[in-house]
């Protein structure tokens, strides 16, 4: 009987020439590093009728040549980046086939390299008895996040699976949502060509003091007032006495951050006072530069960074009509060219 022979056919094996047209090395490379493939055993025999089975064993003959080549483009003092190129590969992989080859030896590398690609993959679904467990934690802590039900998980069950994977499980059955709404469309950062455009609203803490602050971007006036509370209703106090104070009752946009006193009461009643009042989006400091760099000022020359008791507030704003006098009409001001204070129109 005829033994059978490996079958030479472009369906077994593929043509080199596509894949290492760019290689510098003479076409005999490729020819022996075939030969030593097929004589060191690695290659399945192609006589199967399964086309699937087929495939696989062409990609595997294709890394394991594309394994040898990189092995011997290196030996005659091809760079690493040079072989990735060729090969089409990243230079980690050529990193890892090199490292591979040089520990145990290139016939046992390609030999562990083919046997790797037929382990069987830990299977990446949750058990449903888990997912059970998941839910319950969340429902029973109070809807708490995914790092504690991972610790509840492994200290209950011994079950330690990663905080992604517990959110995957939660949405199967939750709908979450950020309690900030990260995602809320708040338009472009304003700018102001006129006096009353944009005014933007803070708050700063002294102790048992809060400190409301506005600020008109364009004519840098400003305004404060001091609370013994920092609520709501505080903040829609200041907005009234700051309004018919400094800013004519009346702005085109008004912008705040997101804390609770700019919510509830306040924002309610913004819409009396301006066209349109904005959220500023959380984190991003320079949306509330403005008002910022003012807050700085007043902690700096007028009411410094000590904490102050509720006792003391009819003093301390006595203190502050006395800055935001000098404010208006004394000190110079770096946003006008030349230099002057914010009223000082002279």
């Known amino acids: 009987m005829r033994a059978l022979e490996p079958e030479s056919s472009a369906s077994a094996i593929p043509p080199l020439t596509l894949l290492f047209q760019t290689a ?54 091809v760079s690493k980046s040079a072989i990735a190129r060729r090969l089409g590969r990243s230079r980690d992989t050529i990193i890892e086939w090199i490292k591979g080859v040089e520990r145990v030896g290139l016939k046992a590398f390609v030999t562990s390299s083919h046997q790797a690609c037929k382990v069987p993959r830990p299977s990446r679904q949750v058990d449903a008895l888990v997912k059970l467990w ?13 790092q504690k039900i991972a610790y509840f998980l492994e200290k209950e069950h011994g079950v330690t699976l990663s905080v992604t994977k517990i959110y995957q499980v939660l949405g199967e059955k939750l709908v979450l949502r950020s309690k900030g709404r990260r995602n809320q469309e708040r338009g472009a950062v304003p700018q102001a060509n006129a006096p009353r ?15 409301f602050t506005a600020i008109d971007i364009f004519s840098r006036e400003a305004g404060v007032v001091l609370r013994a509370s920092v609520t709501a209703d505080d903040g829609l106090a200041f907005l009234r006495t700051c309004m018919r104070r400094r800013f004519n009752g009346h702005v085109e ?13 306040f924002a309610l009643r913004a819409v009396l006072f301006c066209d349109r009042h904005r959220i500023a989006r959380p984190y991003k400091k320079n949306e509330q530069a403005h008002i910022e760099s003012f807050n700085r000022t007043l902690r700096k020359e007028c009411l410094g960074w000590s904490r102050y008791q509720p006792a003391q507030l009819l003093l301390l704003q006595g203190r ?23 009223l000082d129109t002279k």
């Open 134 to 146: 998941i839910w319950q934690i969340r429902e029973r802590e109070h809807d708490c996040c995914g």
């Open 320 to 342: 502050v009509e006395d800055f935001l006098h000098r404010y208006h009409y004394h000190r110079p001001h770096l946003a006008f060219v030349p230099m002057r204070p914010p």
């Open 197 to 211: 455009q944009v005014v933007q609203v803070d708050t700063v803490h002294f102790g048992g003091v809060f400190a």
């Open 253 to 265: 946009l008004l912008q705040s951050d997101g804390g609770p006193e700019f919510k509830g009461e």
């Open 24 to 77: 510098s090395f003479e076409a005999n490379s490729i020819i022996i590093a075939h030969k030593r493939i097929v004589n060191a055993n690695t290659l399945y025999s192609t006589e199967v009728s399964d086309s699937m089975l087929l495939e696989e064993q062409t990609v595997d003959v294709q890394k394991q040549t594309e394994i040898v080549l990189a092995w011997e483009l290196y030996e005659q003092g």
